[in-house]
């Protein structure tokens, strides 16, 4: 069993519709539904039956997925194209487990937990002060990539778990405008910075930072502030002295923990000042146990393998493209963006381990957005043009706003649009409906074919009982594990990301033709941009 012959195994399903799947199986949600972590996955609308799904945990077998998820959790070299274990798992795990898998490296992995723990309660306590002597109020973290997406989500998701006092701003835009806008709302005297940069050299964050530093000490005549109120987590001592911080307020990262999956590390020294402490310790516990349950859980019984089975099912075996994450809870509504990343950057990928060339598609193309913004949105598309888009539903069944009627209409929107999407609207139904109005046969003839609807997307609904610091941690490793199953069986490294690094050194290169450089190697396209971008800066 392998990838290529999944379509030839999907041409029935091709031929069939999902509701029809639950007419001739009443125990479908029952057997098409699991719990775990905190979170509850009902798969049951997915265009996949029981024979169907038992070639994919075949799949998984010959695939050698429970050797692979050994090899992650005890810390093998699996990222072969950089010679890196990953081990984000281990920052979430008791500090016994960290022991064996790290050995010696614990000692540094839990000290620096402790100095962040530190950092956390002298803040919050009041016990470490800014510069001016004052409480600090704000906090500014500035990074990218993974130094941005996990913090925005969290910040976000555990608003009502923000308790210390301390507002949180996040920079990672290199648009000037960006970095205006959040100054503009700040006190400099009372404002804590937390550069997060594994090398210190990204560009757009060094000049994100330069440009916070020389706020700060335009507006503070204590030329200290830059070492009383600013942190960071990087591997550069060297770089991160250099512009001004104290190698106390430096937190070291390791390089077995990805950027997008750094969540869990001193990275999220800004998420945990706000949110405290035993708060941070609640979302690293969700996680964890979602590890649990990953590493011991059979397949047929395994949330995140049968999520990733299910993908391979949609993308590879019905050859569908996309990938729509609708998060009806508002709480949520940076989920989109970080899956966006998570998934398209660790599986956006057309060659294989060992370097050849795939005969398959991988990584679907993953959008989304929240709650009923999003039926207002892309969702026409989705219903009623010939593209089928699977998607995944998530919405907590306990609300956090004291206003439980407008709880209650989120929820069944969540629940009729994943219904809406399976069932669809059939030509004889509308003209039927129609006519029950009392619509004239001449206008149900001109409108009907208006009004019908395919049907027949298949999707997962995940139901949290509520958002907690705990459901949180099971929700995102839920969705890592998912991606690094779908990668194992695709037979590709989720965990390099090398497209990302041509439009670095290309950026270099016409930054650099910019102010004079040479231009020789760039397309006539790109040399006539330059020149119309100097062009405006000297009519200014």
């Not at 993974?146 to 989500?153: C, D, H, L, T």
């Amino acid at each position: 069993m392998d990838i290529s012959s999944l379509s030839q195994l999907s041409k029935v399903a091709q031929s069939r519709s999902i509701i029809s799947l639950f007419s001739g199986d009443a125990d479908r949600v029952e057997n098409y539904s699991i719990s775990t972590s905190g979170l509850y996955l009902d798969f049951s609308k997915q265009n996949i039956t029981n024979e169907e799904l038992n070639q994919l945990f075949e799949l998984a077998t010959t695939s050698k997925l429970a050797d692979k998820i050994k090899a992650q959790f005890s810390g093998e070299m699996i990222n072969n194209t950089e010679n890196r274990a990953v081990l984000h798992t281990v920052l979430r795990s008791p500090n016994e487990i960290k022991r064996k898998i790290l050995g010696a490296n614990a000692d540094e992995v839990i000290a620096t937990e402790q100095h962040m723990h530190e950092i956390v309660d002298d803040i919050s306590s009041g016990a470490l002060l800014s510069a001016s002597g004052e409480k600090f109020t704000d906090i500014i973290a500035i990074g990218i990539g993974g130094s941005y997406y996990g913090i925005k989500v969290a910040l976000s998701a555990l608003t009502p778990f923000h308790i210390t006092g301390l507002n949180a701003h996040v920079i990672a835009n290199v648009d000037g405008a960006a970095v205006e806008e959040k100054l503009t709302k700040l006190n400099a005297a009372t404002t804590l910075v937390v550069v997060i940069s594994k090398t210190f050299t990204t560009q757009e964050t060094l000049l994100n930072a330069l440009a916070v530093k020389n706020w700060m000490l335009k507006n503070s005549a204590d030329a200290s502030i830059i070492e009383k109120q600013w942190f960071a987590v990087s591997t550069n001592i060297v770089k991160a002295t250099e512009f001004g911080l104290l190698k106390r307020n430096i937190l070291p990262m390791w390089d077995w923990v990805g950027g997008r999956f750094s969540l869990w590390s001193a990275v999220a020294l800004p998420l945990a000042l706000v949110i405290g402490n035993e708060n941070f310790k609640k979302l690293k516990q969700g996680a964890y146990e979602m590890d649990q349950h990953f590493q011991n859980a059979p397949f047929e019984q395994n949330m995140p393998v049968l999520m990733a089975l299910l993908g391979i099912w949609n993308r590879n075996a019905l050859q569908y493209s996309n990938l729509a994450i609708l998060p009806y809870d508002h709480s949520l509504r940076a989920l989109p963006g970080y899956l966006q990343q998570t998934d398209m950057e660790s599986n956006g990928k057309s060659v294989s381990n060992s370097g050849e060339k795939l005969a398959w598609k991988t990584a679907p193309i993953v959008f989304g957005q929240e709650g009923t913004n999003a039926q207002h949105a892309f969702m026409q598309l989705m219903h009623q043009s010939d593209e089928i888009i699977p998607t995944d539903f998530i919405v907590c069944l306990k609300g956090t706003s004291d206003l439980p009627a407008h709880h209650q209409i989120l929820v069944a929107n969540c629940f009729a649009q994943s219904e809406a999407l399976m069932r669809g609207k059939t030509i004889t139904e509308v003209e039927d409906e129609l006519a029950a109005a009392g619509v004239t046969s001449e206008e149900i003839s001109r409108l009907a074919a208006h009004k019908t609807m395919k049907g027949n997307t298949p999707s997962n609904t995940l139901l949290l009982g509520e958002m907690s610091p705990e459901n949180l941690g099971g929700l995102l490793a839920l969705y890592e594990h998912k991606i690094f199953v779908q990668g194992v069986i695709w037979q590709l490294n989720s965990f390099d990301q090398w497209g990302v690094e041509l439009g670095k050194q290309l950026g270099n290169i016409i930054l650099s033709a910019m102010n004079g450089g040479d231009t020789s190697m760039l397309s006539a396209s790109s040399q006539n941009l330059i020149k119309r971008f100097n062009l405006s800066l000297n009519k200014s």
